[in-house]
């Protein structure tokens, strides 16, 4: 940790930075003189820290986007009437301002990735480091895509000399990350005599290059399965794309979770893992606020508590969620606090949207379910919150969990099972996903896998769409609390699994895109396609492209 701090340290003075006193602040001004002569090795630690914020650090961040567009969260309504009520409930305002930190932290964390790539290394002393800067990149960016369409691609890293790039088409964005992940697998693969091992300032896999080469060929499979849709001569190039996995073991892609590290601690509320500092406690251990006014929402808690009570009803009579009667998940207590309510102990959710008083709130008042402590820790050391806070900064911020490595294989093999081993593989996968789920959370699995073998929607079993939707809800549940705007794009992608809508909601579905933040508007105006609110809720020529169909 000593090592990360002074690296960020050095940087921090080198590039001008004032708040020096914050171990994670990297390059804030990228328009700084002699920025290009900062080693890629004092660049890269700071940057995967900083970026990986908006993954999941509370307001405005990935995390939140996708626990309330998918429904896994709620608002204790018994205690706060504001929070969620207001924007991601209604979706009536979702403009320039919704979420647009994503924009702005990913553009300006991906700028130090390009810095890293364009350093002199005529020496090649510094490819493994320009691989790494070029996954992180694609790994980001392809949310910029996912999550807006047409963005500044080809111009957008130049800094001072272009300060109003103009807007690539997004096919062209998708093609070129990939290009970049083939790129550094082939850079990795050359293993020049003069490359630097990474060590310490790899705050991913601590230098572990096979580890990346994984990472980068998982990407691409989530970047084509984005593409499953896709017609004419898109459709030709995802199918060229997944024709480079012929043959590929399945040892090729993430076999761990990939999370990052840089020595997270509670020395104070900057220096912890961003998720526990904004969904459970500071470094003091004070509650966050976030942790109060969240709770399940009723859709969860009927998917976790086997669609029995959970909510003012004793059953929901929903026909999509019929595929949970009886099977209590054994994630539930791990994601959610288990309360007694009705005389079961149970996830207790709230419905979307509903006040005190109202169909879906529930009517013992006292206790709701919140974050459970597993969330955090896993199975490490949780039951206090100096023990909670402690063990989630040794497990580290999560990036890529494998479970949504082993989903987006089944899917493959389910999809293309010339490339991938067809049906019997694909429920390997499906099965390996949800042991890895439970893994992360400290959950014992026992017999649920063989239990709802036979379950329609939700075990392995019936038509080709049956199983879709099988490993959309189990992807659903296995990324609540930790990367559900995955399932929230898929979920626009696939329309699995059934997502109610917040009973305040102003429209009809969810957003297919976001807005451009309102900055971008005012500062490049002359490039930023003009869009209303009203098209980000159907598809149109501004729907990212692989969901245009």
Known sequence: MNKIKSTILILSLSLGVVSCNDYLDINENPNSAHIENVAPKLIFPGAAVSIHAVQTAGAGSMMELGGTMMNSWALNSYSFTSGFFGREFTLNTVDGSFYSGIWSTIYLQCANFKLIEDYNNSDHAQDNYVAMAKIMKAFYMQYIVDLYGDSPYSEAFMRGFNTTPKYDDDKNIYKALISDLDASIALINSANSNAIAPGGEDVVFTGDMNKWKNFARTIKLRMLLRMSNVTGEMATYRDSKLADFNGTPVTDFNIVNVVVNPGYSNANDDKMNPFVASYRANSAGSTAARYNWITASEHMAIALNGNRVGSVTSYSSLPSDAKFNGIVDPRSSRLFSSVTYQGVAQVKGTRQGALPGEPGAPLDLTTVSKFANATFAGSLPGSTIAQTISSSNTRGGMI?????????????????????????????????????????????????????????????????????????????????????????????????????????????????????????TAANSANVPNITSQQLFVKNQYTPFWNQN
């Open 400 to 520: 890529m969990s494998l479970a949504e490595t082993k989903f987006l294989l089944a899917e493959a093999a389910l999809r293309y099972p010339a490339i991938f081993g067809g049906d019997v593989q694909a429920n390997s996968y499906f099965n390996d996903a949800i042991d890895a789920s439970a893994s992360w959370l400290g959950a014992t699995i026992g017999t649920y896998k063989t239990t709802i073998a036979t379950r329609t929607g939700l075990g392995w079993t019936g038509s080709f769409n049956n199983k879709l939707e099988a490993i959309m809800t189990q992807k659903w549940i296995g990324l609540t609390n930790v990367s559900p705007v995955e399932s929230y794009i898929d979920y626009l992608r696939t329309g699995y699994p059934f997502t109610p809508m917040a009973v305040t909601a102003a429209v009809a579905n969810k957003p297919y895109r976001l807005m451009y933040p309102s900055t971008e």
